[in-house]
């Protein structure tokens, strides 16, 4: 008997046809025009992007890990620092610390949202404490209330990384306008995704906003003088036009997300085996992933079953940060983050994307369902 079609983990051409007109429209237009760096497009998004998020200023970039570096760069923050983050992310969270100098300190997270857990935090402050930074994890938003709460205590720098949360939104602002600054990515898998690499930070203030724009393009003052070290990190009209219109549908396409999250809660409610992620009650989860758990040391047995069954998911994150050999000088051993390393043995990401059709959304439930009667 002949195998149901596969379940793609993420559906982008559906999007790219509905898109090509308009963007085959754009690149005529940025090829006659022969302005490619940030040219007109890049302004606009930039301006488009600020006012979607009620952030004061934002500044695109070449990639999401650049924004998070220009962002602490142009806040002062470097070697001596310590800077609070989680080890229950993509690498780039910490690495952003790591390149400006200063030390990531890892706290552990919360076993509902995966996010920061503030108390961990709070324990984790010293007097080299001076930055903070909060990942909304697979789209859910951290609660800015608390860790808010304790950055204004301790009057710690808050950088925001909404590398997977762009639309994502806590008490109803959307994360990313609540610290001193964000960074977000626009690789293609995101929220907001490119067709290709890019980023943006957000800021508050107009002069670190003037910092950022100053580093991001070598340091120059004007045309070959430059008066500090800077870097190459600048968004590109092609990218920018696209970011643009996908920005316009995004509200559209949160929705579209939320809308198989809610389908595969009410499916997998009640299924033995399977803990599923809970909507915030102070916010909103932009689902850029949607991330159970499969508790009692089935996870594995079960993705291998939904992976042959043609249902491919993701192991975000096999391992925590703080003991990641890179990391091994700052002494964090197996133990120390209990909840990050419980989540390590049992999250598996489940195929989400606007348009998921309720076939693929059934399909996805009924091998996870003969894999964990399997398992
Ligand atoms: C949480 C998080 N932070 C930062 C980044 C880095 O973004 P980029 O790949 O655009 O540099 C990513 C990208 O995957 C991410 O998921």
């Not at 600020?50 to 004061?56: K, S």
């Not at 890019?198 to 800021?203: D, E, K, N, P, S």
């Not at 549908?249 to 599923?276: I, K, N, Q």
Request: proline share 6%; hydrophobic share 40%.
């Amino acid at each position: 008997m002949s195998q149901p079609p596969s379940v793609p983990f993420l559906d982008l051409g559906t999007e790219f046809a509905e898109l090509a007109p308009q963007w085959h429209a754009a690149l005529a237009e940025i090829g006659a025009k022969g302005a490619f760096i940030l040219g007109p497009n890049v302004q606009a998004f930039e301006q488009e992007a600020a006012a979607y998020l009620g952030a004061d200023h934002a500044t695109g970039v070449a990639n999401g890990t650049d924004a998070l570096v220009l962002a602490l760069r142009a806040l002062d923050i470097g070697p001596g620092d310590e800077v609070i983050t989680t080890p229950f992310t993509f690498f780039a969270s910490a690495e952003a610390i790591s390149i400006v100098g200063a030390t990531p300190v890892f706290a552990d997270i919360d076993p509902d949202s995966f996010n920061l857990d503030p108390a961990s935090v709070a324990a984790r402050i010293t007097p080299r404490t001076r930055g903070l930074m909060p990942v909304h994890i697979f789209g859910h938003p951290c609660d800015m209330d608390a860790l808010g709460t304790l950055a204004c205590d301790h009057e710690l720098v808050v950088v925001e990384d909404l590398a997977q949360a762009f639309g994502a939104e806590w008490g109803g602002r959307k994360v990313g306008s609540f610290g001193h600054a964000g960074g977000t990515s626009f690789y293609p898998t995101k929220v907001l995704g490119g067709y290709g690499d890019g980023g943006m930070l957000f800021c508050r203030e107009a002069e670190v906003d003037a910092r950022v724009r100053h580093l991001r393009n070598h340091g120059a003052t004007a045309p070959f003088v430059h008066d500090v070290i800077g870097c190459n990190s600048r968004l590109d009209e092609v990218q920018a036009a696209l970011l643009r219109l996908k920005l316009a549908r995004l509200e559209e396409a949160v929705a579209g997300r939320r809308a198989v999250a809610t389908a595969y809660g009410e499916r997998l409610a009640g299924v033995e085996g399977v803990v599923t992620p809970p909507d915030p009650a102070g916010g909103r989860h932009a689902y850029n992933l949607y991330t159970l758990r499969i508790p009692g040391g089935r996870r594995d047995a079960v993705r291998k079953h939904l992976g042959e069954r043609g249902v491919p998911t993701s192991q975000c994150y096999p391992e925590g940060l703080h003991l990641q050999a890179v990391y091994a000088d700052l002494g964090y051993r197996a133990g120390d983050l209990p909840v990050v390393e419980q989540a390590c043995t049992e999250t598996l990401s489940l195929p989400v994307f606007p348009g998921m059709s309720e076939a693929q959304i059934e399909r996805v439930c009924s091998v996870l369902g003969e894999a964990l009667i399997q398992a």
